[in-house]
């Protein structure tokens, strides 16, 4: 079954063949077996059709797309992290993926660091809040920290000493995007994954990975993953 939130990628053959390879990908990538890569992107593209029920015609941003927010959802069932930390929440439907693929996975707790409406690109509602989307049978797995990387970052990753994952989807400048790489990537245990979107905005994520020159790493359009 083809996902309904596909319609944009249709129109744009060359993002049309990323999505009928991101299969193949994925299970290269995370040297998953070709069922489990299946079952994991179906899995995920229901998620998204729940979501899309529930927004109606809201913007969800490009997490949204086949091409990302499903790969981060991929991952997480895949990788099976216990705690996971992500930057940048707006509406939730990054968080709502990692959430569902926590609940399946019966493991895993997200820590977001939000500074609400931050990003012009990615409003949310006037009349919602910070992660709306987010199912409230998922919320027990998920502690919300408002305020700026900058700040809360370093002292969350103090108090865990080791997180298993991390996804970047705050403000995309070189500068923060390297900021939370570098600061994230000693906490992150041998074998964890790094996600980040919107790596094609600049050069932060190829000069960080061509530095620390991770086991693996891969771009999923705009999606960049690299496992330590």
Not at 3 to 28: A, C, D, G, M, V
Not at 180 to 205: C, H, M, Q
Request: net charge positive; glycine share 6%.
């Amino acid at each position: 079954m083809i996902p309904t939130n596909i319609s944009s990628l249709i129109k744009h053959p060359r993002l049309f063949l990323k999505y009928l390879s991101r299969e193949k990908n994925l299970q290269n990538f995370l040297e998953l077996e070709k069922s489990e890569a299946k079952e994991y992107l179906s899995e995920a593209d229901c998620i998204a059709r729940s979501m899309k029920k529930l927004t109606g015609n809201v913007e969800l941003g490009a997490m949204f797309s086949p091409l990302r927010g499903p790969i981060v959802y991929a991952c997480i069932r895949a990788m099976k992290p216990t705690v996971m930390v992500e930057t940048g929440v707006a509406s939730g439907s990054s968080t709502c993926y990692i959430l569902h693929a926590m609940e399946l996975n019966r493991k895993g707790l997200l820590y977001s660091i939000d500074l609400p409406n931050a990003d012009k690109g990615a409003p949310i509602p006037k009349d919602k809040e910070t992660g709306w989307l987010v199912p409230f049978k998922l919320r027990h797995k998920w502690k919300l920290i408002l305020g700026q990387s900058q700040e809360k970052l370093p002292l969350l990753l103090k108090d865990f000493g080791s997180i298993d994952a991390f996804l970047h989807d705050s403000e995309h400048t070189y500068e923060t995007m390297m900021f939370e790489y570098k600061t994230v990537w000693p906490f992150l245990r041998e074998g964890g994954i790094l996600l980040s979107d919107d790596v094609r905005w600049n050069r932060a994520f190829n000069d960080f990975v061509r530095d620390k020159k991770p086991k693996r790493w891969i771009v999923f359009d705009g999606l960049g993953a690299a496992i330590k």
